[in-house]
Antibody, heavy 118, light 106 residues
Framework: QVQLKESGPGLVQPSQTLSLTCTVA????????VHWVRQPPGKGLEWMGV???????RYNSALKSRLSISKDTSKSQVFLKMNSLQTEDTATYYC????????????WGQGVMVTVSS | IMLTQSPATLSVTPGESISLSCRAS??????LHWYQQKPNESPRVLIK???QSISGIPSRFSGSGSGTDFTLNINRVEPEDFSVYYC?????????FGSGTKLEIK
């Protein structure tokens, strides 16, 4: 059974770094790509970046300077780190698996709400 | 690539059949996918590659289109269909989503 689950702090102070973990089950990170997508409260979806099954990464240029995605295949975990957080980074952060071709997202985590506030 | 969804909100009565639109700022072939998101839930894929069905999704959902104009059709809306619908393109990077169409009960 394919599952993804995000974890991390619910509250981050402005200018600090956000660290999130996506723990997956039911598939291997050496076979599938995992993306991060975020959604501000009451707004739409924004693609942030992807870590390929090979370990390479691709980021949204709007976030590229602040964002890093990595993984530990042995632990079935994908990590997101984003620095210099501002209030506009307040959002629900989702990890999602793509079908294998970097195209559409066939499985999503439940999401984790992150609030940026002092 | 920008995706423009219309209308922003659609009010319908259960049992009606509807069409939602997604227009791309440039041609994306059929690299367009549709999602449904219910309140406080994660999105769920409904249609892949403009018109291809997804296992487990009711047959009342269908998609069409290519190039820049795409449509999600719902044949005879059920009460559980009232939610927000997003389109997403995978033709070029960065992957982008439309702003969504909210389907609400009239």
């Amino acid at each position: 059974q394919v599952q993804l689950k995000e974890s991390g702090p619910g509250l981050v102070q402005p200018s600090q770094t956000l660290s999130l973990t996506c723990t997956v089950a039911g598939f291997s990170l050496t076979s599938y790509n995992v993306h991060w997508v975020r959604q501000p409260p009451g707004k739409g979806l924004e693609w942030m970046g992807v870590i390929w099954n090979t370990g390479g990464t691709r980021y949204n240029s709007a976030l590229k300077s602040r964002l890093s995605i990595s993984k530990d295949t042995s632990k079935s975990q994908v990590f997101l780190k984003m620095n210099s957080l501002q209030t506009e980074d307040t959002a629900t952060y989702y990890c999602a698996r793509d079908s294998g071709w970097g195209d559409y997202f066939d499985y999503w985590g439940q999401g984790v709400m992150v609030t940026v506030s002092s | 690539i920008m995706l423009t969804q219309s209308p922003a909100t659609l009010s319908v009565t259960p049992g009606e059949s509807i069409s939602l639109s997604c227009r791309a700022s440039q041609s994306i072939s059929t690299n367009l996918h549709w999602y449904q998101q219910k309140p406080n839930e994660s999105p769920r894929v409904l249609i892949k590659y403009a018109s291809q069905s997804i296992s487990g999704i009711p047959s009342r959902f269908s998609g069409s289109g290519s190039g820049t104009d795409f449509t999600l059709n719902i044949n005879r809306v059920e009460p559980e269909d009232f939610s927000v619908y997003y389109c997403q393109q995978s033709n070029s990077w960065p992957l982008t989503f439309g702003s969504g169409t909210k389907l609400e009960i009239k």
